[in-house]
T-cell receptor, first 110, second 113 residues
Framework: TQLLEQSPQFLSIQEGENLTVYCNSS?????LQWYRQEPGEGPVLLVT?????EVKKLKRLTFQFGDARKDSSLHITAAQPGDTGLYLC??????????FGGGTRLMVKP | GAVVSQHPSWVICKSGTSVKIECRSL??????MFWYRQFPKQSLMLMAT?????????EQGVEKDKFLINHASLTLSTLTVTSAHPEDSSFYIC?????????FGQGTRLTVV
């Protein structure tokens, strides 16, 4: 059972569309990270959110941490084929261990 | 940024043989490294926590005698898949963390034939 629920699991959209990916938990987390993974490679960190209500922007990507620190979202504006990949949210646990959500596989068609 | 190097990137082996995967932190010392397994189109599942100079901590359901982990130095952890079977075929990824970020190796695709 995943401690972090990600939705949707799979998303296929056309270039230029917007999308939002969600990461939810029944418990509070002290911090949450979003990673992007391309096929055959390891995940790469996109952002870390720590404060409830925090919003961070990374070019066309907007990350939000819920006020109660139980949920987070990733919004991509005007998606491009280069955004295709597996997006993973992860919470930090004791001993620097990460627990990952189930992942959202995004495909952006040209 | 910090770099974690994993080797080999891919390996094909025969059933019954053993395969060793190396994970190195290239520019920082990592007292703890993590080994993950990833099946196609799925997320990462933690297998074990590798602790420098001590025994690894395995997640429930992971056979410690099958997946041998050695963390002999602050920059190197190895995962040995012993007596490999086709069901061990998977993508294995290691990571090492600093205080603020986890860095991942490139992953190793293991195919057991």
């Amino acid at each position: 059972t995943q401690l972090l629920e990600q939705s949707p699991q799979f998303l296929s959209i056309q270039e230029g569309e917007n999308l939002t990916v969600y990461c939810n938990s029944s418990s509070v987390f002290s911090s949450l990270q979003w990673y992007r993974q391309e096929p055959g490679e390891g995940p790469v960190l996109l952002v870390t959110v720590v404060t409830g209500g925090e919003v961070k922007k990374l070019k066309r990507l907007t990350f939000q941490f819920g006020d109660a620190r139980k949920d987070s979202s990733l919004h991509i504006t005007a998606a491009q084929p280069g955004d295709t990949g597996l997006y993973l949210c992860a919470r930090g646990d004791a001993g620097n261990m990460l627990t990952f959500g189930g992942g959202t596989r995004l495909m952006v068609k040209p | 940024g910090a770099v974690v190097s994993q080797h080999p990137s891919w390996v094909i082996c025969k059933s019954g043989t053993s395969v060793k995967i190396e994970c190195r932190s290239l520019d920082f010392q990592a007292t703890t490294m993590f080994w993950y397994r990833q099946f196609p189109k799925q997320s990462l599942m933690l297998m074990a926590t590798s602790n420098e100079g001590s025994k690894a901590t395995y997640e429930q359901g992971v056979e410690k005698d099958k997946f041998l982990i050695n963390h002999a130095s602050l920059t190197l952890s190895t995962l040995t898949v012993t007596s490999a079977h086709p069901e061990d075929s998977s993508f294995y990824i290691c990571s090492a963390t600093t205080y603020t970020e986890a860095f991942f190796g490139q992953g190793t695709r293991l195919t057991v034939v």
